[in-house]
């Protein structure tokens, strides 16, 4: 399985600040996908990160909002604009196995805080 | 449209009790994947086991053990002989075969193991 890193690891940002997320796999994958976590919640997934073309985002997920990155085939990053309370949560990037069987490596996570 | 349902919110054992989770799913699909993932408190979503939706067979893997029935559809999870590590955030996912890779995860059901 892939080795995926990110960073920073936690944060605390004010309201109305950026915060950017770099995620880094250690072998070229063709998707990579970007999870929120608020919570005590579940996973849901904010967009899908393929190189060379724009995100694909999820109802309720917008560009302005959560602008990604995808330069190359190990790297991407999520810049969560405009901070809100609202946004502390935990933001996750994975990657797919390349397997054919929709399996994906999860890194380990942002733990943002917006006071 | 794909759906995950952990009815079990949270769980408490002891120590050396066998504790069974339970997943249950919905999808029109035939294709399907479906697996589970641990989070402990560290927050790091690690992978267990995937399931396709051709292979029925029970899978034992030390003392977690899978029982997949599509009659049900159900995807349970046993841990035997529970041990205080094995306290966790675990969820169950779902993938459709077409869906580009897009997991749904259910709500997870917190596991405490107590000593």
């Known amino acids: 399985s892939a080795v995926i890193s990110q960073k920073p690891s936690r944060d605390i940002c004010q309201r109305g600040t950026s915060l950017t997320i770099q995620c880094q796999v250690d072998s070229q994958v063709t998707m990579m996908f970007w999870y929120r976590q608020q919570p005590g919640q579940s996973l849901t997934l904010i967009a899908t990160?393929?190189?060379?073309?724009?995100?694909?985002?999820e109802s309720g997920f917008v560009i302005d909002k959560f602008p990604i990155s995808r330069p190359n085939l190990t790297f991407s990053t999520l810049t969560v604009s405009n901070l809100s309370p609202e946004d502390s949560s935990i933001y996750l990037c994975s990657v797919g196995s390349g397997t054919g069987s929709n399996e994906q490596y999860f890194g380990p996570g942002t733990r943002l805080t917006v006071t | 449209a794909q759906k995950v349902t952990q009815a079990q919110t949270e769980i408490s054992v002891v120590e050396k009790e066998d504790v069974t989770l339970d997943c249950v799913y919905e999808t029109r699909d035939t294709t399907y994947y479906l697996f589970w993932y641990k989070q402990p408190p560290s927050g790091e979503l690690g992978f267990l086991i995937r399931?396709?939706?051709?292979?029925?067979q029970n899978e034992i893997s030390g003392r977690y053990s899978w029982n997949f029935q599509k009659s049900t559809s159900s995807f349970n999870f046993t841990i035997t002989a529970s041990q205080v590590v094995d306290s966790a955030v675990y969820f169950c996912?779902?993938?459709?075969?077409?869906?580009?890779?897009?997991?749904?995860f259910g709500k997870g059901t917190l596991l405490t193991v107590n000593p």
């Open positions: 990160a393929n190189q060379g073309s724009e995100a694909t985002y």
């Open positions: 996912a779902l993938s459709e075969a077409g869906s580009n890779y897009k997991l749904t």
């Open positions: 399931r396709n939706s051709f292979d029925e």
